[in-house]
């Protein structure tokens, strides 16, 4: 249990939400939403409703599941046992520490725009991507405390440009450069699939307040509100952004745009506006890595507990940090990330990076379904059936409809991960067993 030093509260709470949730992707997005037209809003209401809908979930079971940590992990194992808990865990953290490189990478991406040799010096870059990784696995290793103070000013600093584009852009707002319903040349209902897939991938991070759950004051209160709250802030930045960039720039720019918000800071204040909004994609990807490098070290931990971990992972540092997992989080993402040094490996990597949502999306399934299990173990589903079997019927259609949309490739090699940790769950009942 966390000492009452090594807790935090609502602000810092939502700020972890808020910071994973909203990274460097939502910099890029709106250009490859343009290329679609004006149906790309539908597809940002389509998928944020999804989004709420499963946030209220998590926010539920927080209360139910009250002060244990894991998340996605405690709650699919509550309701569905050992075995899809085990398969939620390993998957959702195959996919943290894989994305962590990722996000190195990404910060790498943005700093090339102060620092353009950074797109030459491939040593140069891991070294600064790994640097970033271990920095961070240290903050989290100095406990959750700093961890979060880290979280707050980064929220702070990336919601900073995108809120100032979206007020100061709404005096520049022209409707003439507003794109099209459908700029492609699919259907409409083609169209609306494709862009509710590009922007299910801003919405991972919704659970991330229910997993550090035993640093958090009063987890019955705060994990629910910073949850919902967090999931609505992200939403009203990505929706009024797209709109506000839809505006602002012609559709052709817009589209053919690698860094839109830049290109929006410069129509506003110049190269000083570009440069502004740059800063803040790199703050962005900077928030991102602190706050899945501290879910990286959570897993193990909460698994270890219920021996589906090897029970070293159990163990915490005098700053209650769960050190073990943390440090071999860092080393796997830097496995990872020394894959760049290599070219002809970056569109695998890239494609690792992609079907490990995958493994974020299976949880989500699960805990929809797992709501409804876990209400009626705990005698409240008959009082509330409508409303509870309501909630779990659409999370868990829209979780289908996610994991679908994700595309017939990413499923099969996704699967395949998960599969991949069936020996190591073999293996801990086995131990389990013979220690009985």
């Known amino acids: ?70 998340g996605p992990y405690v709650f699919a194992r509550a309701g569905f046992g050992d075995f899809i808990g085990f398969l939620v865990a390993w998957g959702y953290w195959i996919s943290v520490w894989v994305v962590n490189a990722g996000i190195a990478v990404a910060i790498i991406g943005a700093l090339s725009v102060f620092f353009p040799s950074l797109e030459e010096n491939a040593l140069l870059s891991v070294f600064i991507g790994l640097a970033f990784i271990w920095f961070f696995t240290w903050i989290n290793i100095r406990g959750v405390k700093l961890s979060g103070k880290f979280a707050v000013v980064t929220t702070a600093f990336k919601l900073l440009p995108l809120i100032l584009i979206i007020i100061v852009g709404a005096f520049y707002f022209d409707l003439d450069n507003f794109p099209a319903f459908n700029n492609s040349e699919a259907t409409d209902l083609d169209a609306f699939s494709a862009v509710s897939t590009l922007t299910l991938f801003a919405f991972l991070g919704i659970e ?37 960039l839809f505006g602002l720039l012609p559709a052709d720019q817009l589209a053919d745009s690698p860094a839109p918000f830049a290109e929006a800071g410069a129509v506003i204040a110049g190269e000083t506006g570009a440069y502004f909004i740059a800063g803040g994609a790199t703050i962005a990807a900077i928030g991102a890595l602190n706050g899945w490098t501290l879910v990286v070290g959570q897993l193990p931990m909460a698994m270890a507990r219920d021996n589906m971990f090897p029970k070293a992972f159990v163990k915490k540092n005098s700053k209650d940090a769960p050190y073990l ?28 990076a992609l079907l490990t949502t995958l493994c974020c ?7 929809a379904a797992a709501y409804v299990l876990i209400t009626r173990k705990k005698g409240l589903f008959a009082e509330k059936n409508i409303q509870i079997g309501t909630l779990a019927v659409l999370g868990v259609i829209y979780s289908v409809w996610a994991i679908y ?28 067993g013979k220690s009985v």
């Open 405 to 432: 949309g994700s595309g017939a490739e990413t499923v099969f090699y996704g699967t395949f991960l998960l599969i991949a940790g069936l020996p190591v769950f073999g293996w801990m009942k086995y131990k389990q």
């Open 1 to 70: 249990m966390a000492t009452a030093t090594q807790k935090i509260g609502l602000l810092t709470t939502t700020a972890f939400v808020v910071g994973n949730m909203i990274g460097s992707g939502i910099f890029v997005l709106p250009a490859t939403l343009a290329k679609y037209g004006s149906i790309s809003l539908l597809g940002w209401i389509f998928t944020a409703a999804g989004a709420i809908v499963l946030a209220k979930i998590f926010a539920n079971l927080s209360k139910l599941v009250s002060n244990q940590s894991g």
């Open 361 to 367: 999306l299976v949880p989500y399934l699960f805990v």
């Open 325 to 352: 997992g943390l440090i071999l989080g860092g080393l796997l993402s830097s496995a990872i990330m020394l894959m760049n040094f290599s070219e002809s490996l970056v569109d695998q990597f890239e494609f690792i």
């Open 208 to 244: 991330t307040a229910t997993i550090p759950a035993e640093n958090i004051k009063h987890p019955d209160k705060t994990i629910s509100k910073a949850t919902l709250l967090g999931t609505v802030i992200a939403t009203l930045v990505y929706v009024l952004g797209t709109v506000i």
